[in-house]
């Protein structure tokens, strides 16, 4: 298990592709942490299947709109669990519409869930992680390419993590600390499900023609939390069944 000894918190990690991850990690041997917004059944169940692995587990809610409520889970599980060694900013939310039609709160909760959450996230982790320490955050295909409209405030929000990812990779590198990106296409999760409304559509957008499953998006998560992605830094990388080809 190549993970074995470290500790991780996953942002969102009690559904979809948060869920994967934290699942994927404990698999690797990773302790886990994992917030969550409102399911605390849905969170205890994934805290119950990670147990079963042989890991300790943990869950807070935590609402990613606080910055306080950021702040406060990634120091309850460097507390948690003695140590803090992998980040995975996965928490995000997304409105969709015509540009005329996005309010201002619209607009607020979407940059402080998808871009004011992994930064602050990112700060407070900064000072508990050490040499071989990871931080993955979680973009979006339509950072990448935007291929229908009423995208614009989401894509907007995940362009950021871009420039975020880039940023520290610098700053935090010399430290022996890693920070990369990863841009899911469509996925098969309670959110955006592959028999929706918009699954053909989607599919029909990415060069496999088919959505991808969560443990797709965890696995190359996992890689790059190990020692075997050690000299990946700054990378955007695509999980997105060629959606932006």
């Not at 959110?191 to 929706?196: I, K």
Request: hydrophobic share 45%.
């Amino acid at each position: 298990m190549t993970l074995d000894g470290k500790a991780a918190l996953v942002t969102g990690g009690s559904r979809g592709i948060g869920e994967a991850v934290a699942l994927g990690l404990a698999e690797e041997g990773a302790d886990v942490a994992l917030t969550y917004h409102s399911n605390k059944e849905r969170a205890a169940s994934v805290v119950d299947r990670i147990k079963a692995l042989g890991r300790r587990a943990w869950a807070v809610q935590a609402d990613s709109a606080d910055p306080e409520a950021v702040r406060e889970a990634v120091a309850g599980a460097a507390a948690e669990f003695g140590r803090l060694d992998i980040l995975v900013n996965n928490a995000g939310t997304g409105v969709l519409g015509p540009v005329g039609d996005l309010t201002l709160e619209d607009v607020d909760r979407v940059l402080a869930v998808n871009v004011r959450a992994p930064f602050l996230a990112a700060q407070a982790a900064a000072h508990h992680l050490g040499e071989g320490g990871r931080i993955i955050n979680i973009g979006s295909c339509m950072a990448e390419r935007v291929a229908f409209p009423g995208g614009s405030l989401y894509s907007m929000s995940k362009s950021a993590l871009t420039g975020l990812t880039k940023a520290l990779a610098r700053e935090l590198g010399p430290r022996g600390i890693t920070v990369n990106l990863v841009h899911p296409g469509p996925v098969d999760t309670d959110m955006n499900p592959a028999d929706g409304e918009s699954a053909p559509m989607q599919s029909g957008l990415t060069a496999l023609g088919r959505y991808g499953q969560p443990a797709e998006i965890a696995a190359t998560v996992s890689h790059l939390a190990g020692d075997r992605g050690r000299y990946i830094t700054g990378a955007s990388i695509a999980v997105d069944g060629g959606f932006a080809v």
